[in-house]
């Protein structure tokens, strides 16, 4: 028979049964990833999900995600990407991939493009190639393997001079192959995207900005925290002057939100107050995590 869940209607059934565990393991549970599906996010999702179904291939759709440094945006890809990668089927005469993520190349850098395709879907590193080798194995592994729609996380890393060939590379994997694209970015990428107006028309533009305090989204982000951190007792996390301290704080960034309530679910385990209130947002280091600023001033480092 299964163990009695400890009484504590706040929390999701996970939740509640991590209250079992010892508090170091509570507190690396703390520390976990979790995955909360927002609007904006799952709205991101179903755009994806209508590009990697639909059938025309001969100019494929692309997505490109813009926002903030720590908004969300690789989270977003990863959990696509795990949701599509089929299980592994070792009757199967080749691996299909429909859904591929890799990490745009440091500088407008085509073979570096290439290499992480072919990485991405399970082809070794290959002795030197010619640009134009590795381009036509890119382009056949793509084939091979059912590609529809590859990830390029950190696009906007591509800048630098001399990016316009790389434009062109990133086109022609949709007219050549048919795959589409879905970047994410931060806002530098639109200068770098000036420079082809044909994959700039050929991108549909998707921003991921900061949060707002009323953003009915935002209480139901913080709904969600309290319902998986675990703690014993509630927290209120969406009273309006915690959500705002927190929304603050965090620089209204989904990064920096998850960070202060972390420490501050943390600092609520090792207190033993078991839940997040003003108390613990004004514990050192909750709201505050140690600044760069103080770090370049020390003078004993
Ligand atoms: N859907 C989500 N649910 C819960 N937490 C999230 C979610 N998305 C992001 N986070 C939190 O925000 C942090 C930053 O997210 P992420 O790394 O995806 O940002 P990013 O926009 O890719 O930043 P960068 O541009 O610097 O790479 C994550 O480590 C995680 O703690
Ligand atoms: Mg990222």
Not at 122 to 142: N, V
Not at 229 to 246: E, K, M, Q, V
Not at 264 to 279: K, N, S, Y
Request: net charge neutral.
């Amino acid at each position: 028979m299964a163990a009695e869940l400890p009484d504590a209607p706040h929390l999701d059934p996970l939740a509640r049964e991590a209250l079992q565990l010892p508090d170091d393991r509570r507190l690396a549970r703390i520390d976990r990833d979790l995955w909360i599906g927002y609007g904006r996010a799952l709205d991101i999702g179903q755009r994806l999900e209508r590009i990697l179904q639909s059938g025309r291939r001969m100019r494929p759709d692309n997505l490109l995600v813009v926002g903030p440094s720590n908004n969300g945006k690789t989270a977003i890809a990863r959990h696509f990407v795990a949701r599509h990668t089929p299980p592994e089927d070792p009757g199967a005469e080749r691996a299909t991939i429909p859904v591929a993520l890799i990490q745009a190349p440091n500088g407008p850098r085509i073979p570096q493009l290439l290499s992480a395709i072919l990485a991405a879907l399970g082809r070794p590193p290959l002795a030197w190639r010619s640009t134009a080798q590795l381009r036509a194995e890119a382009h056949r592994a793509m084939a091979d393997v059912g590609l529809r729609l590859l990830l390029v996380d950190d696009l906007h890393n591509i800048r630098g001079s001399r990016c316009a060939p790389m434009l062109v590379e990133l086109r022609e994997i949709g007219s050549c192959t048919g795959v589409s694209l879905g970047g994410f970015a931060t806002r530098e990428i639109v200068d770098v995207l000036r420079q082809d107006e044909q994959l700039a028309n050929r991108m549909a533009p998707c921003p991921l900005p900061r949060w707002r305090l009323d953003d009915p989204d935002y209480a139901r982000l913080l709904a969600t925290f309290a319902r998986y951190l675990p703690l014993r007792r509630p927290s209120g996390l969406t009273h309006p002057d915690l959500a705002a301290r927190l929304l603050a704080a965090a620089d209204g960034l989904i990064g920096g939100v998850a960070a202060a309530l972390r420490r501050a679910a943390a600092e609520a385990v090792r207190t033993g107050h078991e839940c997040i209130d003003d108390t613990m947002l004004a514990r050192p280091g909750v709201l505050e995590p140690p600044a760069w600023a103080e770090v370049a001033a020390a003078g004993n480092l």
